[in-house]
C-alpha cells in the first residue's frame, strides 16, 4: 500500500477505535493496539517503518514529548498536597524497588546478562500516561487515588528515561572511569539539563503571555513549536533529558498562575490524535514471528512483574493515609505504554553493537509487557475498582450551579430518592440555606479551573445551571463540558427567547435546554415565587404521565424522571421523554397552592 493511504488508515483506525470504546464504554488501549495489530503483522496494510523509514522514532519521541507536555499542563501541586510523601516515595523507594524486581525477573526468565537486565529494569520503571490519562477518565475514581496515578504516570516516564540512559552507560562502558561513577554523571547531567531547561523555558513563556507579546491565536501553536524546540535541544544531553524538560515546563506552567486554558485545549485534543496514532502504529510494528513466539519465558516475566508492583506500592505508602482499598488498586495498575517502547527501541539500536542477543530479546520482552499490563489494567480495573467500593458503577449524581431555591427543592427531592447532589454558588447566604436543609454544597464560581479541580466527580453524571444569569449559566455548562460530557450540561432557557430561537439552544447554547417550553429564570420566579418545593410522583397503569398532566396542569414543571429507581433523566428541550408506568416525576410546585408557570406558549401544561 502506498504512503498516503497508510498515513490515512492510521489516522482513521486510531479515531474509529476511540469511538467504538467510547461507545462500549471499555478502555480505548485495548482496541487500538488489537486494531493495531490487525492492521500490521496479520493483515498489511500499515508497515510502520516503510511509512516512515528513519523518521520514525523521532517522529514517536516528538509525540511522546508533546503528550507528556500535555500531562503536565494538568498536574496543579495542590492535587497531591495531603498525599506529598506517598508521591514522593513511589518516585524514589517505588521506582527502586520495580528497577530490581524487573531486572532480577528479566534475569531469571528471559537469560539476560546483568547489565541487561538492569537496563530493561530501568525502562519498565515507567508506567504510560497514554494509558494512565484515559482509564483515569473512563472511571473517575474517589479520593486521592486517581491524582497519584495522574502524576506517576507522567512523572515517572522521564525520571525512568534517566534512569535508563544511566543504565545503558552501565552496561557498555569500558573507559578509564567505572561504570557507576559515568552512570551517576548521566543521571546528573540529564536530571540537570532537563530540570533547568524546562523551568526557564517556562518563566520565559510566562513572561510573553504576561507583558502580551504573543496574540491569542498564536500561543498554542508557538507553544507546539517551543516545546519541540525544547525537547530537541536538551534531548542531545541525554536520551531522558528531553522528557523531563518538557515534562518540567508543563507543570510550571500549570502551577505558574497563568492561564494555560487554550493551550491545554489544543494539546488535549493534539494528544488524542497522537495517542490514536502511537498506539496503531505500536500494535502495526510489532513483528508477527514476537507475537507468535511469546511463550512461557514471557508469561512468566509480566507475571513477575505484576507482582512487583504491590510490592513498590506497600513500600511507598507504608504508614501512609490511604487505605487498604486504595492501596491494593495502586498495586494492581501499573500499565506501560508508548514510552517504555519508544525507549527501548532507542536502546535496542545502540545495543546491537556488543551483545546483540539482548538487543532481540529487549524489544520482544518489553511489547510482552506493554501488551500484559495493557490487557490486564484495561480489563479488570474497572472490575476492581467497583470491587473496592471507588467508583460509582452507575453514576447519576447532578450538580446543580446556583443554590435559589428552585434548584435547592429539586435537589432535595433527588437527595431523598437516594442520588447524589451537589449546590455550587459564590452567594454564602444560599450556601448557609442549603447546608441548613442538609445539602452538600460548594463555595466557588462555577466557571473557575481551581472549583473543576477540587471537585470530586465520582458520583456524578451531570451539571444543571439554574441562575438569573443567562451568560453565567452558558458559561458554567461550557466548563462542566469538559468532565461530565456536553450531553449531561443542562441549563435555563434565556431570557429573552430570540436567544434560544435557533431550535432547543443546542449547539447555540452551551448546555441543553430544560423542559419544552420557553421557561426562562423570570418565568419560573414569578410562577412559584419564594416558597418553591418540589413533589416526587410514582406513575401507574391507572395513573399515567397524560392523567399526571391532566390533574395537575401548569401547576407543576417536571425536571427529572427517575426510571427504575437507578436512572436519572432530564426533561430537555430537544428530547421528548415517553414517562411509563413505575417511573416517579420530579417536578416543581408551589409549596401549599398550586400555580400557573408561564412558558413562551402561554399558560398551560408544561410537557
Known sequence: MDILPQLVLVLALGIAAQWVAWRLQVPAIILLLSVGILAGPFSGMIHPDQLLGHLLMPAVSLAVAVILFEGGLNLKFREVRQM?????????????????????????????????????????????PTVIGPLLRTLRLRGATGAILKWEGIVVDPLGAVLAVAAFQFVHLDGSQGPWQEALREIIVSASVGL?????????????????????????????????????????????????????????????????????????????????????????????????????????????????????????????????????????????GIVAAAVISVFALKLEKFDSQAAAILPSATFAVILGTVIVAGLFARPLARRLQLIDPNPQGTIFVGGYAFARALAQSLKSEGFPVLIVDTDRIKIAAARMEGLPVYHGSAIADRTIEELDFSGMRRVVAMTPNDELNSLACLQFSNVVGRREVFQLHYTDPREGKNGGGWPQACGRFLCAYHIPFPNLREGFGLEVGAKTTRLTPEFDFQAYLKRHGSSVLPVFLIRKKQDLIVFAADERLSPQPGDIVVALCQKGNASTVKTQRGEGAIA
Open 196 to 336: 533547568i531547561g524546562g523551568v526557564v523555558t517556562a518563566m520565559a513563556w510566562g513572561q510573553c503571555i504576561r507583558r502580551h507579546w504573543i496574540p491569542e491565536f498564536l500561543q498554542s501553536p508557538i507553544a507546539l513549536g517551543l516545546v519541540a524546540l525544547l525537547f530537541a535541544v536538551t534531548n542531545r544531553y541525554g536520551e531522558g533529558a528531553g522528557l523531563l524538560a518538557v515534562t518540567a515546563a508543563g507543570i510550571a506552567l500549570a502551577n505558574s498562575g497563568l492561564s494555560v486554558r487554550g493551550i491545554l485545549e489544543f494539546k488535549e485534543n493534539l494528544a488524542v490524535v497522537l495517542v490514536s496514532s502511537l498506539f496503531i502504529v505500536l500494535g502495526a510494528r510489532l513483528p508477527r514471528e514476537t507475537l507468535l513466539s511469546f511463550g512461557l519465558q514471557e508469561l512468566l516475566f509480566v507475571a513477575l512483574l505484576l507482582c512487583v508492583r504491590p510490592i513498590a506500592v506497600a513500600v511507598s505508602t507504608l504508614g501512609s493515609p490511604l487505605n487498604w482499598r486504595e492501596r491494593i488498586f495502586l498495586g494492581a495498575v501499573a500499565p506501560r
Open 84 to 128: 506529598q510523601g506517598v508521591f514522593v516515595r513511589l518516585m524514589t523507594l517505588g521506582v527502586a524497588v520495580t528497577w530490581v524486581g524487573a531486572a532480577a525477573a528479566a534475569r531469571l526468565t528471559l537469560d539476560l546478562s546483568w547489565g541487561a537486565a538492569v537496563l530493561l529494569g530501568a525502562v519498565l520503571t515507567v508506567t504510560g
